[in-house]
């Protein structure tokens, strides 16, 4: 079965500094690559998804994750982060022979002014 | 603007109740989802139906049933509930092809007493 490990729990980071929230998987085999964004008191919306092709994929909103197939990574950048990016931030990852989508357990990135 | 609207926000019943929680889409999907979301346990999936009249066991579906009579609607039942299921209830629709991703409805915060 697939597994998802979010490192880190909790990111606290000031304004406008970088941030990377760090994604692993199980499997390596033909897997399909979701982050995920929750803000308060909503669900969560597909934030970008990797599925082939180039290996780095963009969000409208200045995220991009990567791909790393050796490292079996998705980690999740953004190179200055604003206050309205707080919330919780789930990977997902569908692969291993699983038709479900397996979710990491989130991390909580708190930007602070 | 494709929707996936879940009839409460927040719900505070009774051990011993029987709950209904209601989610409805739509967007014509055929897959929908049931998870529960707690702190520090992400998501966990608690069934999800692929057709109508069709359903199939997540992660964690003891304590809970679905019915699924109309492609738009997915209702997922607490037969007798209890304290530990006091959650963050949340529906996802997709496609019948996963990898274009999920779209959540807000979530029923539910509390058990």
């Known amino acids: 079965a697939q597994s998802v490990t979010q490192l880190d729990s909790q990111v606290p980071v000031f304004e406008e500094a970088p941030v990377e929230l760090r994604c692993n998987y199980s499997?390596?085999?033909?897997?399909?690559l979701f982050w995920y964004v929750q803000y308060p008191n909503q669900g969560l919306q597909l934030l970008l998804k990797?599925?082939?092709?180039?290996?780095l994929v963009e969000s409208i909103n200045g995220f991009e994750a990567e791909f790393n197939k050796s490292q079996t990574s998705f980690h999740l950048r953004k190179p200055s982060v604003h206050i309205s990016d707080t919330a919780e931030y789930f990977c997902a990852v569908r692969g291993g022979g699983s038709y479900i989508p397996t979710f990491g357990r989130g991390t909580s990135l708190i930007v602070h002014p | 603007d494709v929707k996936v609207t879940q009839s409460s926000r927040y719900l505070v019943k009774r051990t011993g109740e029987k709950v209904f929680l209601e989610c409805v889409q739509d967007m014509d999907h055929e897959n929908m989802f049931w998870y529960r979301q707690d702190p520090g346990l992400g998501l966990r999936l608690i069934y999800f139906?692929?057709?109508?009249?069709?359903?199939e066991k997540g992660d964690i579906p003891e304590g809970y049933s679905v019915s699924r009579e109309k492609k738009e609607r997915f209702s997922l039942i607490l037969e007798s509930a209890s304290t530990n299921q006091t959650s963050m209830y949340l529906c996802?629709?997709?496609?019948?092809?996963?990898?274009?991703?999920?779209?959540f409805g807000s979530g029923t915060r539910l509390t058990v007493v």
């Open positions: 139906s692929y057709d109508v009249k069709m359903k």
């Open positions: 990797y599925l082939s092709g180039s290996t």
């Open positions: 996802a629709s997709s496609l019948r092809e996963v990898n274009y991703g999920y779209t």
């Open positions: 499997s390596s085999v033909s897997v399909y």
